[in-house]
Each structure stands twice: as C-alpha cells, then as structure tokens.
C-alpha cells in the first residue's frame, strides 16, 4: 500500500514539474490564410514567427495553422489554438476580424492581436501597417515611369484596405502626371497566380505598362516581365521574379511588432491597443528601388524621406472624390485614420465606377 | 487601345486558349474515366500533385519535358491509390475521390515545400518562321507551346478512339452496363483501371501544366479549383468530346472576358464578373439540355461499384 502511495505521489509530482514547466513557455499562436509557401503575405508573417522564435528562443513556444479560410473554419481553428493553450494570438487577416471577436469574447483570460481590422476588445488589439504610405511612393514612381500614363492595377476584394492603397498610388502618381489613368481589375481572391496572371495580361493587352497588385502571389510581377513592362512587388521582395521588372516592392515588417507585443506578453503588461505603423517605425520596408533611372529615385528616395519625417501625408486635403465633392477634412490638413479606415470612395482622376455602388 | 485592333483581339484569343488548356487536358481524361463508368472526384488532387512534381522535374533537370512527364507519372500514381480502392477493394467511389482531393492538396503541399520561391524557364512556344509571323492567326495557329497543340491532339484522339474502335466500343459498353460487359467476357475491372490511369495521367498533366507553361512557379494549391471545373466541363459536355472542348474554350473564354471587361470599367460588380463563368457554363448547359427528350445521357453505370461474380 505504501509503495503504491510512494509511486502515486512521484507520479503527480513529476507531472506537476512538467506540466510547469510547459506552463513556463508562453504558447504563441499564428492563424494565416495562405500556404506560407505564398512568397507573400502569410509569408511575412511566417518570416516574423521565426523571427520571433529567434528572438525568444525556449522561453516561447509558437504554433500556426495556414490555409484557414475567413468565415466558420476560422472561428473553429483560433478556438482550437485556444485549447491547445496558446495565451497570445495573431490572427493575420481583415476576414478574421468577426470569428475573433466571437473568440475573444468567449476567453477573457486569452489575448488576441488582429491584423488589418478595425473592430477591438479589451482583450482583442488590433494592428496594421500604412501601407498606403508605400503605396504612395509607388503611385510617384509609376507615375514617372509610366509612357502610356496608363497604370493597371490588381485588387482583391474592393475593401478600405485596398482602396486606400489604390488611392494612395494615384495621388502619388498625380503628384507628377495629373493627367494618369488606372484600370483596375476585381480578383476577388487574395491568392490565384492563375488569374492573377490573367489580370495582368487583361492590363497590359488593355494598353497598361505598370502593374501593381494587391493580391498575394508572384503571378502578375512574372506576366510583366514576360512582356517587357514594369511592375511594383507585393508584400515581398519579388525582384527574382522580375528581375528587369521590379521597381519596387512593399514589405510587410512585422518581427519588431511581433516581438514587442510577446515582450509585454511575457512580462504581463499586454493591452489592447491600436497599432498602425508605417514607414517611420519600419513595419512598411520598401525593397531596393531598380529599373528606375536615378532622378526617379532619387526622387522614391526623397518622398520616402518626407513621409518618414512627417512632412507629407498621401493623403493630404484637399481631398476631392470622383463626383467632385470635397471630402470633409477631419484630421487638420489630412484624413484622420478613421476616415483612411473605413475609405468607401474613389478619387477624383480614377475613371472606374466602385464596384457595389 | 481600339477594342477591335486585331493586335488586341489577337492577344486576348491568346489568353482565352492559354486559360482554356489546363481545363481541356484534364477534363478529357475525366471523360475517359467517367465513360468507363468510374466517377473519380479526385482530379483536383491530382492534379495539384501533377503540378509539383511537374515544377520540381523542370526546376531539377532543367527540362520542361521532363517535368511533363514528372507530372503524367505523379498523376498516374495517384490514380493507382484511387484504382486500388474504387475497384480492388471496392469503396465507395464518390467518397475515395473526395479523400484522394484532400490527399493531395497534402502531398503536393509537403512536395512542394522545397520548391517554393524558386521560378524556371517557361515552355517554349512555337516558332515557324512565315507562318508564325502572319498577323493574326500565326501566333494563334503556329506559335503556342506544345500542350496547347497536345490538349487538341489529345481531344481528337480520345474521340477517335471512343467512336471509331474497337476498344473504346467496349470501354463505353462497361461503362453503361457493367454486368453485361463482364457477362460477355470483357475485363470490366481492367478497363476501368486503364481508364482510372489515362485520367490521372491526364489530370496530373494538366496539373504539370500550371507551372510549367502558365505561371513558371510552384505555390501551393495553385490549381485554385480547376480540377472541380474541369468534372463539371464534362457533365457540361454530356460526356461527349466534341461538347467537351466548346465547353472548356466558352469557360476559358467567359474567366478571361471578365477581367477585360472590368478592366474597361465599366462599374460592374466585380463579384458578379467573377461568377460569370460558372453562370455562362450554367446557362449554356441548360439550353442544350432542353434539346434532349429527357433524362440523364450519363453513361449508365457511372459511380456504381462493380465486384465481379466470378
């Protein structure tokens, strides 16, 4: 009887010490909505885990489930991270955003940092690059770059996030040619190398000579260089794909956010908070500029410089929508961020109707 | 930009066939099978399989027809899983397809892990100096990389050999009444194991097709549901080739149309241009539905288990 309690005892004790020593590792916790093979943004974001696995070595322990579409398959897969004992979750994209206010509300105890969205909770912060500002850049230099004063553009679903970054590229690019046009073709999927390469001959055959895209593969970027034409890389570096091609490239730099909200996790001071970063505080990096005869750069470098410094807004007022009407101006001498957030409208020079309107 | 400067038309007639092919490829050898009677629902997988182990035999040899072939044998073996299955162990057919989709999706995705970021030299296309360079039609007729001419070549083939053999008189005859097929001593079983095979080999070049000839990288799950269009181009088709190829061109035609169109902008929902091409594919096949005196033209024992009594 006694032996038996001995063993009993040793038995609890040693699972107590392991399972102590497995409550010792704050369990970090990734949903991505891509393959990490996408070579964009799940892949960023893939390439910030690691960063942080670097970073914080055996004192974090870090899962992901790629591939989860936005809808009721995400809500089961951050609940299924939740149970498998993650305490900080990153949910990496605007579709996620109800399913983790659902999750949230259910796990007080459980933080969660949700990318590109605007709903939040006391346990539930929301973060986001200004991609816009990068987009802004790019809009200057196809603007310069462009002979046929005709820019196609790539989107993906026709939310705030992507029409600021379309209106971001055409106020950049009228900065130096007012009289551009843009085209732009409705993917509707994050992710379809196949139709995204579709797209972009559409654009090109239409009479376009500068790609840009807000969906996620290297498809578009690979068309322009068949064809001799240029084009601006998303979300990575896509120059291998385009070599002659790649003016430029938006990076998504998530590892010092990444790693500065596990620093509060761990040292229990995380909050909810509302982080939207772009250029000054390096979360938007631009890849090298090439292609682009010095002056151009030059000039990238300079606007660069300025939006860094505070000194330019992409969106300064005045701002006027298609329709003429000038857009009320809440933030002084540039939209406020609730205005870029919830930017249902085109700007005056984009011929295209809004699609739903 | 003219709408009807030939040079425009001519570069979207390009498009169209390149978008077209994959579908035409793989729905072909899906014909075969489904003919034979077997409904393999796991073209998708195989096809994303093709697609990996195409792209890596390309990236790995430097070859384009060896990544072909890498992608034919990928597809092949898949089909050999479904085969062994569906007609040695007798499974039910619809649930094998589906777990053979999802299978490989997986496989692909652990294949391909190695390959990703990496790019390769596009197929070469045709070149013929005169008859390529004739405006218009040369490049349309002379200058398209082998699997387009192969897909046709494939097509007119398997419609010879369905209609005009022997052979393919008994594969359809297994496929409409097996019992009577086995009755009359035909290998039912082997018949349809062949078919299975020509239908993966089909799927995984297809598949092989994507990285290889279309966009010259491997990205996971890249064949983004084409496998799925391709099964219904040939219910579309009545399972008959010569509606097969006008259905994959109308679907190619109608995916590459709506970006053309959005692209003019023309305010369109976006939405709805996207939906467009399984909406024409919908309609069509209503309308040359109502020609029929009715009832179903599917080979008749499609998707029903055959085990041999002896």
Redesign the interface.
């Given at each position: 009887m006694r032996k038996k309690l001995l063993a009993a005892a040793a038995a609890v004790l040693l699972a107590g010490s392991l399972s102590a020593s497995a409550a010792d590792k704050l369990k970090v916790g990734f949903i991505y909505l891509g393959p990490v093979g996408d070579f964009g943004w799940t892949y960023q974001h893939e390439v910030a885990r690691q960063a942080l696995a670097k970073e914080f070595g055996d004192t974090i322990e870090t899962t992901y489930l790629e591939n989860v579409s936005e809808g009721p398959d995400a809500e089961r897969s951050i609940e299924q991270l939740v149970r498998a004992g993650n305490k900080l979750i990153f949910t990496t994209s605007f579709g996620y955003m109800d399913p983790t206010l659902k999750v949230a509300k259910k796990y007080p105890n459980v933080h969660f940092e949700h990318a590109t969205g605007f709903k939040h909770d006391k346990n539930m912060g929301i973060y986001n690059g200004r991609f816009y500002e990068g987009r802004y850049i790019q809009g200057v230099i196809a603007g310069k770059m462009s002979k046929a004063g005709v820019l196609g553009y790539i989107g993906s679903f026709p939310i705030p996030e992507v029409i600021m970054g379309i209106n971001a590229t055409i106020l950049g690019a009228q900065s130096v040619n007012p009289n551009i046009k843009v085209k732009i073709i409705w993917a509707n999927t994050w992710f379809d190398p196949g139709k995204e390469a579709d797209a972009a001959k559409a654009l090109l055959d239409q009479g376009a000579d500068v790609i840009m895209q807000h969906t996620d593969s290297p498809a578009a970027m690979q068309i322009a260089s068949e064809r001799g034409k240029l084009a601006f890389g998303q979300d990575s570096d896509m120059i291998k794909f385009g070599p002659k091609s790649q003016l430029t490239s938006i990076i998504d730099n998530w590892a010092p956010y990444y790693i500065s909200r596990v620093k509060a996790e761990l040292a229990g001071k995380w909050e909810t908070d509302n982080d939207w970063d772009g250029l000054k505080a390096k979360m938007v990096v631009m890849a090298p500029y090439t292609n682009m005869p010095d002056d151009v750069k030059k000039l990238a470098m300079d606007t660069e410089a300025a939006i860094v410094a505070g000194k330019l807004y992409p969106f300064k007022c005045p701002i006027v929508d298609q329709d003429g009407k000038t857009v009320d101006c809440k933030g002084g001498d540039h939209l406020d961020d609730g205005q870029v957030l919830g930017m249902n409208f085109y700007v005056k020079g984009i011929d295209d109707k809004m699609p739903g309107k | 930009?003219e709408l009807l400067d030939p040079k425009?038309l001519e570069?979207?007639i390009l498009?169209i066939l390149a978008?077209s092919t994959p579908l035409l490829i793989a729905a072909t050898g899906e014909l075969v099978t489904e003919r034979s009677g077997v409904l393999n629902l796991g073209v998708e997988g195989m096809m994303i399989v093709g697609a990996a182990c195409g792209f890596g035999g390309a990236w790995l040899t430097g070859s384009i027809l060896v990544g072909a072939i890498f992608g034919i044998v990928a597809g092949v073996l898949m089909s050999l899983i479904f085969a062994l299955m569906t007609l040695g162990l007798a499974v039910n057919q619809v649930a094998t397809g589906l777990a053979l989709t999802i299978l490989g999706l997986g496989i692909s995705?652990l294949i391909?892990?190695g390959f990703?970021?990496e790019?390769i030299a596009?197929a070469p296309h045709l070149y013929i100096p005169g008859l390529t360079d004739i405006p218009f039609a040369g490049r349309i007729l002379f200058g398209e990389d082998a699997f387009v001419y192969l897909s046709l070549a494939l097509l007119i083939g398997v419609w010879w050999f369905l209609y005009r053999t022997r052979a393919g008189l008994v594969l359809r005859a297994a496929g409409d009444n097996h019992v009577s097929a086995h009755a009359l001593g035909y290998p039912v079983l082997r018949i349809r194991l062949y078919a299975v095979m020509f239908g993966g080999a089909c799927a995984g070049l297809a598949g092989a097709y994507?990285p290889l000839a279309?966009?010259?990288?491997f990205?996971?799950?890249?064949t983004?549901g084409?496998g799925w269009i391709a099964l219904a181009l040939v219910v579309f088709a009545s399972w008959r080739p010569g509606r097969l190829i006008i259905g994959a061109y109308l679907f190619g035609a109608v995916?590459?149309l709506q970006?053309?169109v959005?692209?003019?902008?023309?305010?369109?929902?976006?939405?709805f241009?996207?939906s467009l091409p399984y909406l024409a594919t919908i309609i069509v096949l209503v309308l040359i539905s109502r020609a029929r005196t009715g009832g179903s033209t599917a080979p008749a024992a499609l998707g029903t288990v055959f085990v041999p009594d002896r």
């Open positions: - | 930009m425009f570069s979207v498009s978008a995705g391909g892990a990703i970021g790019r596009l994507l279309y966009t010259p990288f990205i996971p799950a890249m983004a084409r995916t590459i970006l053309h959005q692209a003019l902008g023309l305010g369109i929902p976006s939405q241009m996207s």
